[in-house]
């Protein structure tokens, strides 16, 4: 298969389910759709598979964006089962998110990986600063903004969420954080954008990707590896519930030191990656 030594492809297969553990593991417990995690592994996964560079985030955010969906709808259940779900700033986000991210796959589809990466690094970046500060007192407004700044929020959460691979919940948990609500409420929110990201986005993806299919691996449909998903998916899934548990029951400051330090992480490793 891709002709890999069946030694090399079993180190795979385990790599890939165990990518799938950590990421609906996240995906509970931070209201995210395992993005951070997935996309970094799968870059080292697709390397593995000398996928050329030119087209190796991108395949990597796509497939990423497709293994979000039953993450984040499992996710997203765990959390609404909690009641602590705003379910009136998912209703206002719906529109201008949905509508962002079909918009950020039509992007992808001529931005270099560069821009994919200093966009991850960014976001991923500002967030761990902000979580890891312990500085409750930093703060936008003691409340969110009305209709139209709620709706510009929408549209820069699924613009870089688009071009991240991610489920929108780190940046959603940022804004809401700095407009005064709780990180519990923050997290299980952004568990419910997951899913209104990763639907239009794995689609666009496989559009965008569609010209590129003479460069993909096989399995392929698209920028998104359907063995990726085969893998991840279901093992995801089946830990979100899990992840959702374990975040209502830490405290609050701790489940902000463990986001943060996660996205610092990822963020390290992304800049080792634009620098080496």
Known sequence: MFGIPVGDLVTLVVALLGAGLVTGLLAGM????GGAVIVPVLYQIFGFLNVPEDVRMHLCVGTSLAIIIPTSIQSFRAHRAKGKVLMDVLKIWAAPVVLSVIAGGAIAAFAPALVLKLVFVLVAGSNAIKLLSGRDDWRISNDLPGP???R???ILIGLASSLMGIGGGAISNMILSLHN??????VATS?????LIS???ALAYIAAGWPKMALLPPLSLGFVSLLGFALIAP?????????AKLAHSMPKRRLEVAFGVFLLLVSARFIWGLVS
Not at 30 to 33: D, E, L
Not at 191 to 195: D, I, P, Q, Y
């Open 30 to 33: 931070f209201g995210v759709g």
């Open 199 to 201: 639907v239009p986005g």
């Open 181 to 186: 609500k709780p990180i519990h409420n923050a």
């Open 235 to 243: 093992t995801s899934t089946l830990v979100a519930p899990f992840g």
């Open 191 to 195: 568990s419910g954008l997951g899913v």
């Open 148 to 150: 139209t700044g709620m």
């Open 152 to 154: 510009v929020y929408g």
